[in-house]
């Protein structure tokens, strides 16, 4: 009888276990598609045709976007103009439009947000896309930051990477 109850709360635990992996899976899954379908609403490339590109470093990070076709020049003028608002935005604490695809939730995007001042950002257009540069001293900004890297890199999916 005792290793019937001890098989019967194994089994129990499992099933716990399993329907929590699958519940966090789903809820990832569905985020990612959430920011894979909405994206086209706030970024004028389509995101089957590019990479996202996050490369946190010792004072910020470095946020690449760039075509997988380097022939397509339509889509790299399309980042490039899109990049270079947004390094402008940024600067003066304007994350609005990440804001409305991942919500205003996000780690690090409040952070951000209010030590804009303290945060260098700057634009470089490059032959396939686009790049804009995070730098800091702040370590609390640093850290935001590095958080809201790891955000957008687990929500973009499979339309983005680290390096």
Known sequence: MENYLLSIRAFATLM????LFSAVSVNAQT???HVHN???NVMPFDMAKTVHIFS???SG?????VVK???DANQIALIQHHLHMES???QHGDYSDPASLHGADMPGLKELQIGASSVTVTYKALPNGAEITFETTDLHLLTALHRWFGAQLSEHGADARAE
């Open 69 to 71: 076709d380097t022939g």
């Open 31 to 33: 985020q990612q598609n």
């Open 61 to 65: 990070g470095i946020q690449r976007v």
């Open 16 to 19: 716990v276990v399993i329907s």
């Open 88 to 90: 402008e935005m940024f």
């Open 38 to 40: 909405m994206s086209h």
């Open 56 to 58: 946190m470093t010792e």
